[in-house]
């Protein structure tokens, strides 16, 4: 079977509607729902690796919830994990948004909803900003095993210190090169800009979202029987 491609779009609404939706409907319902919808969808998508690791971590999140429960010193745990594990589907399609798109893409896809560019350049830089933070993470590691020093847990507070300083001034230097790579672009230019890619709704997000949207309004619907 080909894997379907989804608009960004799409999983960017699905990621703001959903956590909210834990307002108004049953708690459990959606946390169901929510799990089987994402499982489909990333089988749909051919990201089968993706969706074991999600399945295990939500079976690991949900059996620490099953055995702290029973315990009286440790039902904080698990109520913070049982509030946690309801974020891990929207999480699981978020990291599509990251690994799988890249900026013109996003950028593409969210001026057709016609927001202002502000919000647009600041939802994708951050989006963006998630694999550069972990292979930055990646070479302060290196850095410091070159020069012989290891996090431990003995110390916590000073080996985290080794870890943020570093990045808190890579943040600053890549900050500067994202805008002024945003104004080599014309990323602040008034027109309307073009893109290579083209990002359309095609046939299968209208599915989606419908089907998204069936969901929501079957659990408000079961909810007032």
């Known amino acids: 079977m080909k894997a379907i491609r989804i608009n960004p779009v799409v999983l960017i609404i699905i990621n703001i509607i959903a956590p909210t939706m834990y307002i108004f409907l049953s708690g459990m319902y959606l946390q169901v729902f929510l799990l ?3 499982s489909v969808l990333l089988i749909l998508m051919g990201r089968f690796k993706r969706l074991s690791v999600f399945l295990l971590i939500y079976g ?6 099953k055995l702290t429960m029973n315990l009286g010193q440790m039902k904080g745990l698990g109520l913070f994990f049982i509030v946690l594990v309801q974020s891990v589907p ?3 399609l978020a990291s599509i948004l990251v690994s799988k798109y890249n900026s013109a ?5 969210l001026e057709k ?3 202002p560019r502000v919000l647009v350049v600041a939802a994708t830089i951050t989006l963006k900003y998630i694999p550069t933070f972990k292979r930055e993470f990646a070479y302060i590691r290196e850095s410091m095993r070159l ?12 080996s985290f210190k080794y870890f943020i300083v570093p990045q808190l001034f890579r943040c600053a230097a890549l900050a500067e090169e994202v805008t002024a790579a945003g104004l080599v672009k014309g990323i602040d230019a008034p027109g309307r800009r073009t893109s290579y890619f083209e990002e359309r709704f095609s046939f299968m997000d209208i599915v989606v979202l ?4 069936l969901g929501l309004v079957g659990g408000c619907v079961w909810k007032q029987m």
């Open 36 to 38: 089987a919808f994402t």
């Open 60 to 65: 690991l999140m949900m059996g620490v919830y």
């Open 90 to 92: 929207c999480i699981a």
């Open 105 to 109: 893409q996003l950028l593409s896809a």
């Open 113 to 115: 909803l016609r927001i």
């Open 147 to 158: 020069r012989g020093i290891g996090f431990t847990w003995k110390k916590p507070i000073r």
């Open 210 to 213: 419908t089907v998204f949207v």
